[in-house]
Structure formats: C-alpha cells, structure tokens
C-alpha cells in the first residue's frame, strides 16, 4: 500500500462549489504539505503543517482552507471553486528526524473546475 | 529570496545517449539540494538529496548529481539513459529555517523525451 495517498484521484467540478481534497499517510510523520502544480510553474506550496495543532499559509493560500484532522490526515478545502484553481494537488509528508527532512509525494488529484 | 532555475523545458535525447539536466539556485546558506521525478499521470518521486559532505550524490535508476557552490549548481546526469527515464525532472532547495526544508522552493521542470 502507497505510504501517502490521495482521494479523490480525479474531480470535476462547477465554480462556486466547495470541495475538499484528503490526504493520509502511514509514514508517521508529524509534518504535512499541500502544493499545487501549474504547468510551466513547476510546484508552489499552499499550506503546510508540523503537527496537528500548527497550521501555516504556504506561498498561495488564498482561496484555500486546511483541517490536520490527526497526526495522518490534513485535508485542502476551496470554499467556493473558480476555474484558475484548475491544478494538479499534491500532498506531501515529511519528519524532522530524518536527514534534511525529505518530503515524500502523493500520487496527486487532478481537479477541473468548470 | 531563495529560487531555483531550470533553464531548459524540454530536452529530447536519445537512448543510450548520456544526459545532464541543469538546476541553479539562489540561497543564502548551504543548502538542501533535491531532485524528483514526475512520470506522466504519477506523484513525485526522490531521485536524490545533498545535505553535505561528498558533492557528488548517487541517486536510483542510475541518476547522478553535483553540487557545485562556486556556481551555485546541483546538475543532473545519468551516464545511458533508458526509455523509462522519459518523464519530468524538478530540482528543489530547502529553505527552511533552522536548516529544515519546511519550505520546499521547486524550479519549473524539465521534461524529458528519449528517442529510440
């Protein structure tokens, strides 16, 4: 089973809509990351957290909310889609405690907002 | 501000031929240097990390990488590259503080197609 995993894979859907994207981990690491990725702009970071009670804005949080539900789980909300937010979402983990704390990628969620 | 440069988009080799994929970076201290690798329709994947120490770093799949500081590079090579390697190749630095890479600064990829 994939370590950092990622659901929906795939979602469609119309502006105004809210959606949430989750991400889960059994790597045990304290640290969670949600990016988005642009083609042409490589990845950009939105939210990111060190444990459950620590949340911090990321490069582009606007337009993005998070919840760290536990230690395994963080979750990207959009409380109203616009199209622009059309990207490929990855979440990632990572563990002070291990050299330069490497982070470690989800499989991604590509999600189209019409 | 910390940046990381990718100054080639697309690179198209042949197989068997060797590759170097270019990454420079803009940071104030010794930095955390990383390589990924995105095939179509997956995640990303580590390659390979510099911390310190030897600036040559081996990676899998065969991938290689340089940390230079005089000019502020950590390119990529692979000696024969296969026709699995054609995908996309991110460089990134860690600018974190207090030496953590809490924030990963990517480039933009390289994308990579291997002729037969």
């Known amino acids: 089973d994939a370590d950092v995993t990622q659901t929906p894979r795939n979602r469609i859907t119309k502006t105004g809509k809210r959606i949430m994207l989750e991400c889960s981990q059994t790597?045990?690491?304290?640290?969670m990351y949600w990016y988005r990725q642009d083609p042409g702009l490589g990845l950009r970071l939105i939210y990111y957290?060190?444990?459950?009670?620590?949340?911090n804005k990321g490069e582009i949080s606007d337009g993005y909310s998070v919840s760290r539900q536990a230690q395994a789980k963080f979750s990207l909300s959009l409380e109203s889609a616009i199209p622009n937010q059309t990207a490929l979402y990855f979440c990632?983990?990572?563990?002070?405690?291990?050299?330069?704390?490497?982070?470690?990628f989800g499989p991604g969620t590509r999600l189209t907002v019409l | 501000a910390q940046s990381v440069t990718q100054p080639d988009i697309h690179i198209t080799v042949s197989e068997g031929a060797s590759l170097e994929l270019r990454c420079n970076y803009s940071?104030?201290?010794?930095?955390?240097l990383f390589w990924y690798v995105q095939s179509p329709g997956q995640g990303l994947q580590l390659l390979l990390k510099?911390?310190?120490?030897?600036?040559l770093v081996q990676g899998i799949k065969g991938f290689e990488a340089e940390f230079k500081r005089s000019q502020s590079s950590f390119n990529l090579r692979k000696p024969s590259v296969h026709w699995s390697d054609a995908a996309e190749y991110f460089c990134?630095?860690?600018?974190?503080?207090?030496?953590?890479?809490?924030?990963?600064?990517f480039g933009t990829g390289t994308l990579l197609a291997v002729q037969p």
């Open positions: 990632a983990t990572s563990d002070l405690s291990t050299p330069g704390d490497t982070q470690y």
């Open positions: 790597k045990g690491h304290d640290r």
């Open positions: 957290s060190f444990d459950v009670k620590d949340i």
């Open positions: 940071y104030g201290a010794t930095p955390y």
């Open positions: 510099y911390f310190s120490g030897d600036t």
């Open positions: 990134a630095v860690g600018a974190g503080y207090g030496g953590a890479t809490n924030k990963l600064i």
